[in-house]
Antibody, heavy 119, light 109 residues
Framework: QVQLQESGPGLVKASETLSLVCSVSGGSMNNYYWGWVRQPPGKGLEWIGYISHTGRTNYNFSLRSRVTISVDTSKNQVSLKVNSVTAADTAFYYC?????????????WGQGTLVTVSS | SVLTQPPSASGTPGQRVTISCSGSSSNIGGNTVDWYQQFPGSAPKLLMHGNTQRPSGVPDRVSGSKSGTSASLAISGLQSEDEADYYCAAWDDSLNGLLFGGGTRLTVL
């Protein structure tokens, strides 16, 4: 059974770059997409974007100018970078496996990691 | 949220509860709907996909439906362990992105 684990700094300064890594184990990255979803404390879910195992990406329109998702299948890892962060980027960040076909939905999730943006 | 859910729902043990998710022709109207369950302090879990498909391990007292630009999640034989937050999700063709509903907190009285 596939397992996903997010890792990265829990505290980021405003205007700097948030960087997280999702390590995938127990399954192949092939034939799936890999997504990121975030959730501000006490609020709802927001889709950030996805990447295919071949590197095809699609991002939430509202975050597109600041977000980069990359994949390294040799390391079984997916990375997320969010530039120029503000307090509004404080959230739990989840990586998830996106089935993609016939539609985009997440069948496995990481436990999530809280990133706090400090001023 | 573009996908509209009631912020709360409630029922007593054994009852049937439904949670609605309202959208538009660019999302629910033209694509399938998925549902996620989230307990406090935990990651979301897939509860329903493709409008009506239950992943392995989800009991058959949980069902989904879609009609036009709205979808519903129904839980019958309500149990205390169903108390959680529920989110609908659907692809939006106009935004070319995935949308989540605002979430519904289900309370078992």
């Amino acid at each position: 059974q596939v397992q996903l684990q997010e890792s990265g700094p829990g505290l980021v300064k405003a205007s700097e770059t948030l960087s997280l890594v999702c390590s995938v184990s127990g399954g192949s990255m092939n034939n799936y997409y890999w997504g990121w979803v975030r959730q501000p404390p006490g609020k709802g879910l927001e889709w950030i974007g996805y990447i295919s195992h071949t590197g095809r990406t699609n991002y939430n329109f509202s975050l597109r100018s600041r977000v980069t998702i990359s994949v390294d299948t040799s390391k079984n890892q997916v990375s997320l970078k969010v530039n120029s962060v503000t307090a509004a980027d404080t959230a739990f960040y989840y990586c998830a496996r996106d089935v993609a076909v016939p539609s985009h939905y997440f069948d496995s999730w990481g436990q999530g990691t809280l990133v706090t943006v400090s001023s | 949220s573009v996908l509209t859910q009631p912020p709360s729902a409630s029922g007593t043990p054994g009852q049937r509860v439904t949670i609605s998710c309202s959208g538009s022709s660019s999302n629910i109207g033209g694509n399938t709907v998925d549902w996620y369950q989230q307990f406090p302090g935990s990651a979301p879990k897939l509860l329903m996909h493709g409008n009506t498909q239950r992943p392995s391990g989800v009991p058959d007292r949980v069902s989904g439906s879609k009609s036009g630009t709205s979808a519903s999640l129904a839980i019958s034989g309500l149990q205390s362990e169903d108390e959680a937050d529920y989110y609908c999700a659907a692809w939006d063709d106009s935004l070319n992105g995935l949308l989540f509903g605002g979430g519904t907190r289900l309370t078992v009285l």
